[in-house]
């Protein structure tokens, strides 16, 4: 079983930035996708951006520009920088990871973002 540790959540104003980390229990050479996704109240969950073992990424849409995912293999952490935020962007944040028939979640990271 996979774990993962969020951090770097909180409060800022539009227009700024966070980064988020995702720290994993298990060696990213043996997870070959991770990916962020987020909830809104009252929202379902959707996909903010992924990236391959390989580095391939894709973004959703509404970020695409102003969010950069990216993978550290040899420190089996993930992170999500976030520029330009919106009020939109506000919601739990969650990591996650990716095999074949698996898939495991961290418990999210709040990220606020006041108008």
């Known amino acids: 079983q996979v774990q993962l540790v969020e951090s770097g959540g909180g409060l800022v104003q539009s227009g700024g930035s966070l980064r988020l980390s995702c720290a994993a229990s298990e060696d990213l050479f043996s997870i070959p996708v991770m990916g962020w996704y987020r909830q809104a109240p009252g929202k379902e969950r959707e996909l903010v951006a992924r990236?391959?073992?390989?580095?391939?990424?894709n973004y959703a849409l509404s970020v695409k520009g102003r969010f950069t995912i990216s993978r550290d293999n040899a420190k089996d952490t993930v992170t999500l920088q976030m520029n330009s935020l919106k009020p939109e962007d506000t919601a739990v944040y969650f990591c996650?990871?990716?095999?074949?028939?698996?898939?495991?979640w961290g418990q999210g990271t709040q990220v606020t973002v006041s108008s």
């Open positions: 990236i391959t073992i390989g580095g391939s990424t």
């Open positions: 996650n990871a990716q095999g074949g028939r698996w898939e495991y």
